[in-house]
């Protein structure tokens, strides 16, 4: 994959795009020219699964070492007749039942691992303003009177995502972003004939298609884009569900303005960038 190619894929403007694409040898890069230091700092770029894999074989190759050393040794011994040999057998007997009374212990009084929250309409507030402190997103509350509860994320590119629990789909987290038109693109589209206005929107209309999001393209002319995911509040709603939701929103958005930006440029209606 080519730097050219990779970058739509990445969209640079969004923090979470990092994370599908960690493990590309271009994505280092890519993320100290267009992220501020703390989001480049913040994924371990050395300590990936490979380190990790190696890590734990090494660890089992060193402990099967090391039990086939002490065969070795007191097989020696019991064939010289040794004199250790009897007592080396007693010191490993005691060394695995004390072993194995503290390991039993400790399993007996462990408490166990303490059950995740469930996520449900009552704490969704709360899981969202967690996950969003977690993810280091600028977050205000919003104000709706067709929702139980509205927040608006804001992204380093100037990007907002609101993320609201409907009324009419109370079971349900949206998330919702809209790209206006410019002032200056939307002058332009109104002084076009009718067919090439609606070319343009259908060129829009199929790029947006392609990107497999719910979206709506508003005003004829057109004036923006709307793009909507939804995903069910339940236990399958988890931190890496909501940043992938924001992703897949802010690349919708990235998506919709520049073929909106394409769509005029080929016609020359614009300066091509």
Known sequence: ?????LLPSLNVHSVFGIRRLRGHPEVR?????NFPPHVAQEYPWGMD????????TLSYVVQALLSLGGAVVLGWLKKRGSLWTTPALYGLAGFLLINGCFITLR????????APEEITIANIETHVRDWADHLRLAVRRGDSADAYLV???????GHE?????????????TFEGAIQVSPEHRDVISHLPADQAAQLMDEV????ARSRLNFSLVGRPLQSVHIVKSVPIGNGLTEDV???SIDEIDGGMFVARESIRLALSHRGLIRSL
């Open 205 to 208: 209309l199929l790029e947006m």
């Open 107 to 114: 399993l007996l009084f462990t408490p166990a691992p303490k």
């Open 151 to 157: 927040f608006v994320i804001s992204l380093s590119n």
């Open 161 to 173: 995502v609101a993320v609201s629990r409907n009324k009419t789909r109370d079971r349900y987290l």
């Open 29 to 33: 890069g890519i993320v100290k020219e």
């Open 1 to 5: 994959m080519s730097r050219a190619a």
């Open 242 to 244: 909501f940043a992938a």
């Open 49 to 56: 699964w490979t380190y990790e894999v190696l890590q734990n």
